[in-house]
């Protein structure tokens, strides 16, 4: 959150300098700032910031502008900003509601500026680094041991028969599942295999996996969670932007769901359908669905130490609404399916989302004997965030 600050303090600043270059009082620009982020997640130390601002700098509201792309660029790419460019919108559509359009160009050129220039850094994601790639020869002693660790695993959650698809990673098929779905089955839910053979990522699966969909949606006469891996989660996403009538949530394990044009990754194989000369359009127009923030559910596992995507790609902007999270496990991209933390949270996040709770610690005391120096870290992490939002309130 310190960063963030950073970030919010002159973003803060922005905002209402753009209030007040359209008219508004400081007192009245700063309310309809602080009223954007009541949704937010770190909406109280926002308010705090908000509420600080005591002059008017609408005269240097293209140098606020500069200096709140320069922050972003400084801090690196970040999902998350795509909360910005909502709130920004917003501001600007509350300024001109019920006005004749031309007389806001400038404000809405402004805003349209930091849409461009923020779309340009989050660009930037960097390959992942040689040591994640060469340790994901691990994922060898992952899938072995979890013979083993499986017996072991907690099974306290109650699935109560609701239905569940999943999705194999790029190059994989239903068998890459299995252990997900054996462990939801031993749960109650009622798991489906996708039975469309080897994932290759291709448009061309869309409208049988619709189909599918739709005939356990019917089946059930209820909404149906979809869990994808890696290249699955490009699935989740779509239909969930696609059909959110027909699905309960989406939950996505070390899936690259967005900015995945400009994705940097060492599995050129896994672009080449993507780069694929007479089928650019088409793959644009695929690609181009998974840019919008699903309506349902979403969460998003993924691991800091994947070799194959890099993990900012892999989540989803947990400020943009509360029931979107990102969880961080341990392990390797090649060895989530067969990880005891992804399937313990996944089955934890199906459960609380289709129940409205809100999971705070998702780790259990079986995960935190699996890899106790990451739950350490996780858990100084978490103090000292809670730390800070204290001593901004």
């Known amino acids: 959150m310190e960063e963030s600050q950073i970030l919010y303090r002159i973003f803060a600043r922005f905002g209402t300098a753009l209030g007040v270059l359209n008219g508004m009082s400081l007192k009245d620009a700063r309310k309809l700032t602080s009223l954007q982020f009541k949704d937010h997640a770190s909406k109280d130390e926002v308010k705090v910031i908000i509420n600080k601002i005591d002059k008017d700098e609408s005269n240097s509201i293209e140098q606020l502008l500069d200096e709140t792309i320069l922050v972003c660029d400084e801090l690196g790419p970040n999902r998350d900003y795509i909360t910005l460019i909502k709130i920004l919108k917003n501001i600007g559509s509350s300024i001109s509601d019920g006005h004749d359009q031309n007389e806001y160009k400038y404000t809405n050129a402004l805003i349209d500026r930091f849409e461009k220039e923020i779309s340009l850094v989050n660009k930037k994601i960097p390959s992942p680094p040689l040591f994640n790639m060469v340790m994901e020869s691990r994922s060898l002693l992952e899938w072995t041991s979890i013979y083993c660790l499986y017996p072991f695993i907690p099974k306290r959650i109650k699935g109560n028969g609701r239905p569940v698809l999943l999705i194999p990673p790029y190059l994989g098929d239903d068998t890459s599942t299995s252990f997900v779905r054996k462990y939801l ?209």
């Open 185 to 393: 089955t031993s749960l109650g839910f009622k798991t489906y295999k996708w039975e469309l053979g080897f994932n290759m990522v291709k448009s061309h699966y869309i409208p049988r996996l619709e189909e599918k969909l739709a005939d356990i949606y019917q089946e059930h006469q209820e909404k149906v969670s979809i869990v994808g891996w890696s290249g699955g989660g490009i699935f989740a996403k779509i239909m969930a932007n696609r059909h959110p009538n027909q699905v309960e949530q989406i939950l996505t394990i070390g899936s690259p769901i967005w900015g995945v044009m400009d994705m940097k990754t060492p599995v050129y194989g896994l672009m080449e359908f993507f780069r694929g000369k007479s089928l650019k359009e088409r793959n644009e127009r695929f690609l181009a669905e998974l840019e919008p923030v699903p309506t349902v559910p979403v969460t998003c596992i993924y691991t800091k130490l994947d070799g194959l995507v890099p993990w900012k790609h892999c989540i989803e902007a947990e400020t943009f609404r509360k029931d979107i999270k990102n969880i961080e496990v341990y392990g390797s991209h090649s060895g989530m399916g067969a990880n005891a933390s992804v399937l313990l949270v996944t089955a934890n996040m199906l459960s609380a989302n289709i129940q409205g709770k809100k999971i705070r610690d998702v780790g259990s005391n079986f995960e935190r004997v699996l890899y106790p120096n990451f739950w350490n870290k996780a858990r100084k992490a978490f103090k000292s965030k809670k730390s800070i939002v204290q001593v901004a309130k």
